[in-house]
């Protein structure tokens, strides 16, 4: 993204950066333009019938780059939200891995080409496929974190090989846990369900929340209920809760930074709660002018968090112009070269329709599973049938007695 703006000379103070050094700052910008760049080609695709749907991740990229640069690749492990296409971009999973899940390919490493769009999973990166991501993430997270406490204390069973099930690897380095959403209303009880276990046992987790200034298709709740979950964690303990702003690329690596530190010294739970905008509609299923007025619209494009990054970086003399515009023409061949292969890409077969469905070795039919019932006690109902009433008898009993003489 072009920024017309002339550069200053200076020079880096780390420390003003949170000790991110220029090359840093760099990175993340890129990783936010290619998750952009990335999302354009989609929509792009979608509008020509190529793919068949699309969710963004646009808005979302200054948190999501932020926090996958405090990720461990491969040794920690994520539950990512249907817009942390930056965080797993940053993470290692390449654009054209993220086009073959869009065009739905053999070769996808999230599922085979099986799973919607965005619904991101790479077993290289530890980063958990899931059925769906709209807030059922939690619970796989805060069990895939209690394991780890599970195998510390039991480390001779994390080195025991399994089979059919790929073995935990084993490791001084003590891995840790992060979850991804964004607020929705209908999943509060549900989270603070896991964040009691999580605060009572002490698990080692990262949750990162995030907020969108502007919720489509329902107005806005009273100002009570719109932070109680916020409060979660509040009611039981007091772990970090960072906040930060949706353009503030720096901010959020400085909250993720002290949450995550927090989790890897074993202190308990800690939560990141993020405010993002969306430029772009919800999905490609939908037109956000039918509920966004122009003037919102306008709002958060002058609030994107790509803009205003690169805006920040000329202005801090990091930069150039030309500079900006290499690395700009450097990410769209990239990814046109990266859309080129994946609309090649061979489809799954029709036979791998049920592979990893069921076992391939255990055979719940067979007849090792055959067992005669076994009864014992009185027999008990957990409910009481009752005959349903006469339709006749129901309209006598309910007429009137004018409507009865006739």
Partial sequence: MAVQTRAKVAKLDATKYHGLDRETLIRIYRTMFLSRRLDDREIQLKRQNKIYFQISSAGHEAVTAA?????????????????????CLMLGVTPLETLLQAVGAADDPASGGRQMPSHWGHPKWNIVSKSSCTGTQFVQAAGAAEATLYYQDRPKRSRKPR???????????????????????????????????????????????????????????????RRQHLEISARFSRPPR????????IESY????????????????????????????????DDEKLYK????????????PLSKFS??????????????????????????????????????SVDSILVNIYSPDVDPTSASFAA?????G?????????????????????ASPSSAKM
């Fill in 293 to 304: 007025t122009a003037e919102e619209r306008e709002e958060e494009a002058h609030r994107d």
């Fill in 254 to 285: 400085a909250a993720g930074k002290e949450a995550v530190d927090y989790v890897r010294q074993r202190r308990g739970p800690a939560l990141v709660h993020a405010h993002v905008v969306r430029p772009y509609s919800h999905s490609l299923s």
């Fill in 163 to 225: 089979k059919p099930a790929r073995p935990v690897r084993p490791s001084r380095r003590r891995r840790n846990c992060l979850c991804f959403r964004r607020r929705r209303r209908h999943q509060r009880r549900r989270i603070l369900g896991i964040a009691q276990r999580l605060l009572r046992e002490k698990i080692a987790a990262a949750l990162s929340h995030r907020r969108q200034r502007l919720r489509n298709f329902r107005p806005r709740r009273s100002a009570n209920r």
């Fill in 372 to 376: 005669q019932p076994q009864f014992h």
């Fill in 378 to 398: 009185a027999p008990k109902l957990w409910w009481k049938w009752s005959p349903p009433r006469s339709p006749t008898k129901w309209l006598a009993t309910s």
């Fill in 311 to 348: 805006l920040f970086l000329v202005r801090e003399g990091l930069i150039d112009q030309k500079e900006i515009e290499s690395l700009e023409a450097e990410v769209d061949r990239e990814v046109r070269e990266a859309g080129d292969q994946a609309l090649a890409a061979e489809p799954p």
């Fill in 242 to 249: 960072g906040r930060n702003r949706w353009h503030r690329s």
């Fill in 67 to 87: 926090m996958g640069l405090l990720l461990r690749p491969g040794v920690d492990w994520a539950y990512p939200y249907y817009r942390d296409r930056a965080l």
